[in-house]
């Protein structure tokens, strides 16, 4: 269980690692940084062709319908954590409430899967 969970938080972490680059990418894409922004790409092209094999793992041991919901809620979570803290993104009592919600039901699904 702790082994899943793990591999949620990396595919979580590495997607977003991936949607970092990409980000990274396009403000790099100006007229004199062409390289930089292939770069960019690559690394994050690369990165995803990880995070699907993570999802390979995961998807091995679960089912379809709870692996995606807790990766796509994990992803959601880790990438509004990192928004904020390195993007200066707004934080707001709603995306809180938001982001606590997804996070409860992170958990039921994640206990839902594991009672199977």
């Known amino acids: 269980m702790l082994f899943h969970a793990l591999l949620y938080f990396a595919y979580a972490a590495l997607n977003t690692a991936a949607m970092a680059a990409a980000k990274s990418a396009m403000r790099s894409y ?3 940084a062409h390289l930089s922004a292939v770069g960019w790409l690559s690394a994050g092209g ?3 062709v990880v995070v ?12 379809a319908s709870t692996v995606f919901p807790i990766a796509i809620g994990c992803t959601v979570v880790v990438t509004n954590v990192v928004g904020i803290r390195f993007y200066a993104e707004e934080f ?8 606590v919600l997804i996070l409860g039901g992170i958990a039921l699904a994640f206990a839902d ?4």
């Open 92 to 99: 707001s009592l709603r995306k809180l409430i938001g982001l």
């Open 52 to 63: 699907l094999g993570v999802l390979m793992l995961l998807l091995r041991d679960g089912a």
């Open 113 to 116: 899967g594991a009672s199977r």
């Open 46 to 48: 690369s990165i995803y």
């Open 30 to 32: 100006d007229g004199a």
